[in-house]
């Protein structure tokens, strides 16, 4: 059986939110391209390109052309919403042989901040000596280092002082890219949690790839049965979108977070900073710094002690 390979070009938040739709058709995962990246180009604080390909594999068989229809209405309704989401993606035709390989060229190595380095399991190491390397296999789960959003939490995270607070949470945990890099960077353990088995299954492998399993925990949950328990954590990672973080706030996100504890948001542009920040203040948290790439936004926010 040949497979379909579907593409297309976006910027802004359109990526996540075309990422979104494909991830719900797409074999193995959705891929994010950055283009024009310059080696080394976060080292010398040159601006984050913006221009990206979001790409998705369909099986070629019977459902494919209902998949394909499927698939452009979603984008049609995408666009009603953000004018900058193309309406027709570009569809190619890739080998059996070919295809399993196919997704993975588009995933390289990518330095991020001072000192981290996200690679693909597949791919060798470009670590260089003091640097902190994270192995990924993302599976189908979202978080493989090449966002905006993700390493807007990952520069954040490298920012913190030392040590880091014992007992965090990455709450969306997708990959577990952000958990693995807390845990290399010092914290106790961290507890990952998205609503997904699939990103469950994936934080799991990818803990194993760094060996850090004994310093995380991965489980299926949701913000209402974390609140029920009562827990709370020194360090917080939400890298989820806005019109999801808002409503966990209004849920009482910021019980969450310890007496002068640390959280982290991203996945969040410009237009909606403000209205963020305002939330994050009506749950108890107090925004201290933004951090910005292109388009995204990140929010450095803490609970007084």
């Known amino acids: 059986m040949n497979w379909i390979e579907v593409s297309l070009h976006a910027d802004g938040e359109a990526v996540e939110a075309i990422a979104d739709l494909l991830q ?63 309406r ?57 280092g090449t966002h905006p959003s993700t390493q807007l939490c990952l520069i954040a995270l490298e920012d913190l002082p030392r040590p880091l607070p014992a007992h965090g949470l990455d709450l969306g945990c997708g990959s577990g890219i952000l958990a693995i890099a807390a845990a290399k960077l010092g914290a106790e353990h961290l507890w990952a949690l998205d609503i997904d088995q699939l990103a469950v299954d994936a934080t799991l492998r990818n803990a194993g790839l760094n060996a850090v399993s004994d310093h995380l925990t991965a489980e299926q949950g949701s913000l209402e049965a974390l609140l029920a328990s009562g827990r709370t954590f020194g360090l917080i990672l939400v890298n989820i979108l806005a019109k999801t973080i808002i409503p966990m706030c209004e849920q009482g996100l910021g019980r969450l977070v310890e007496p002068g504890g640390v959280a982290i948001f991203s996945g969040l542009i410009h237009e909606q900073a403000d209205d963020v920040e305002a939330a994050l203040r009506a749950t108890g948290l107090i925004p201290v710094r933004r951090r910005t790439m292109g388009d995204w936004v990140g929010i450095e926010a803490r609970k007084e002690a």
């Open 24 to 86: 719900q058709y797409g074999y193995q995962g959705v891929a994010i391209e950055q283009l024009g990246i310059v080696a080394d180009a976060w080292e010398d604080d040159l601006p984050a390109p913006t221009d990206m390909i979001v790409r998705a594999y369909l099986p070629e068989d019977a459902q494919a052309a209902e998949l394909k229809r499927r698939l452009e209405d979603g984008l049609n309704h995408l666009a009603m919403i953000y004018p900058i989401v193309p």
């Open 88 to 144: 027709q993606p570009t569809y190619a035709i890739v080998q059996e042989q070919d295809w399993a390989e196919a997704w993975k060229v588009h995933y390289k190595p990518v330095r991020i901040g001072r000192q981290i380095c996200v690679r693909p399991e597949w791919c060798a190491s470009e670590a260089r000596p003091g640097d902190l390397e994270i192995i990924l296999d993302p599976g189908t789960a979202f978080g493989t």
